[in-house]
């Protein structure tokens, strides 16, 4: 994202909630700086020049306005545009240490003993449902059990794959990767992916055949009593876990993940326990048709876990509200900051890189124009997400484009 703005016209497009332009006076000067009004029991309330130079708290909706705007024709939309901005104010204000710090506190509560308990149940759990998943499945041949199986089996094995590949990412020669191992990760979801589709692929072509070449007069389908006990034994494990999770997933993001996960798991094993059982006492065609829906869904599901880390190694650009904290952070740092040029932050991985370019006075010294970016690179890369940061400081808008290539 490219731009030429005064910081003035930067802040007053961030609190109208609109895109960043070209400013239509490039030399103009900021403005005198109003104290902001207070906003008593809502967001942000952070009131000091210092904060919030550009007055974007009088953007802020308070609750009663936000309820009036509820009694209007499209009220709702409405209101869920401003609490939105609201969001967003609230971030922008919020200085460089209050990010880092949520961050901070976000990994202290992952080493709470409900966490680490959740995290690691979670985790013999899924291991414990894999042994009955498979049991149930070779001992039952149901195409139903094979398809859940086949999906817990690759859920246990991804984790054991990405935790690995973590640890191998610390330990990578920095000579010889010298953008880290942050990317592993991403690689490794990626090929984990196409095998996982790989795999149920196979289970949908075998379901169809089972139903293609069904012949009714040799119908040897049974009710197999021990697999439909071995999976539903793994179901009520996971329904345990489930409503453990969900008593402390509002305390950690990770338990919330397990808890999504675990939600999935029941929702999976259930539907094929359900099909699997059906194929045996009302309608052979149930089993291989649940085998193939499971798989399908599992499919779609990784195909679309594929594409979103496709778009990570490509390249693909940070959220605008993430750049938009930049671009504000940026012009806010330093008075000796006179403009914005150009923010970008876009995916090298799982994280950020950032680039940004601010403007100085000319005869600004060199030292001093050295310290203010340095300083201003260390504090957008303690930034949670954040890879690196490059600040580079020139002394007008007007040069052609910083990089004659677009790789």
């Known amino acids: ?30 403005s005198a700086r109003k104290p902001a009004r207070d906003v008593e029991g809502d ?48 971030s922008l204000l919020k200085s460089m240490e209050e990010h ?20 690691w149940a979670s985790l013999i759990g899924n291991f414990a449902l894999c042994i009955l998943q498979l049991y149930g499945a070779i001992s039952s041949i149901s195409l139903s059990l094979i398809a859940t199986s086949v999906d817990s089996v690759f859920d246990f094995g991804s984790n054991v794959v990405l935790y690995w590949l973590h640890k191998k990412a610390q330990k990578l020669d920095h000579n010889k990767w010298p953008v880290g191992g942050s990317r592993l990760e991403t690689i490794g979801n990626i090929i984990y992916g196409f095998l996982m589709s790989s795999v149920n692929l196979v289970v949908v072509v075998e379901s169809v055949q089972r139903i293609i070449t069904h012949d009714s007069s040799q119908d040897t389908d049974k009710f197999h009593i021990p697999s439909i006990v071995a999976v539903g034994a793994a179901l009520g494990v996971k329904l345990l876990l489930f409503l453990y999770c969900s008593t ?24 094929g326990l359900l099909m699997s059982a059906g194929g045996s006492r009302w309608a052979w065609w149930l089993d291989p048709m649940g085998g193939i829906l499971i798989a399908l869904g599992v499919m779609l599901a990784w195909g679309h876990t594929i594409y979103t880390e496709f778009e990570l190694l490509a390249g693909k650009s940070a959220p605008r509200d993430f750049i938009q904290l930049l671009v504000y ?79």
């Open 1 to 30: 994202m490219t731009i030429v703005q005064t910081t003035e016209e930067a802040a007053l497009s961030i609190r109208a909630g609109g895109p960043l332009t070209v400013a239509t006076n490039p030399e103009a000067t900021v």
């Open 43 to 90: 967001p942000a309330s952070v009131t000091t020049e210092r904060s919030d130079p550009y007055h974007l708290q009088n953007g802020i909706k308070t609750s009663d306005e936000l309820a009036g705007l509820r009694k209007r024709r499209e009220g709702r939309a409405l209101e869920k545009y401003h609490r939105k901005q609201n969001d967003l104010i609230s």
């Open 100 to 119: 880092t710090e949520e961050a901070r506190v976000e990994e202290e509560t992952s080493r709470l003993p409900v966490v680490k308990i959740a995290i």
């Open 248 to 271: 402390i997933r509002a305390q950690s993001s990770q338990v919330h993940v397990l808890w999504e996960d675990h939600r999935n798991d029941i929702f999976v094993n259930g539907f």
């Open 329 to 407: 952070n940026a012009m806010t740092f330093s008075d000796e900051i006179e403009k914005v040029d150009t923010v970008r932050a876009y995916h090298s991985g799982p994280d950020y890189y950032v680039e940004i370019d601010v403007v100085m006075d000319a005869s600004t010294p060199l030292w001093k124009a050295h310290d203010l970016s340095q300083e201003l690179q260390d504090r957008i890369e303690v930034l949670p997400n954040v890879e690196r940061a490059f600040v580079h400081v020139d002394h007008e808008t007007d040069h052609a484009p910083e990089h004659r290539k677009y790789l």
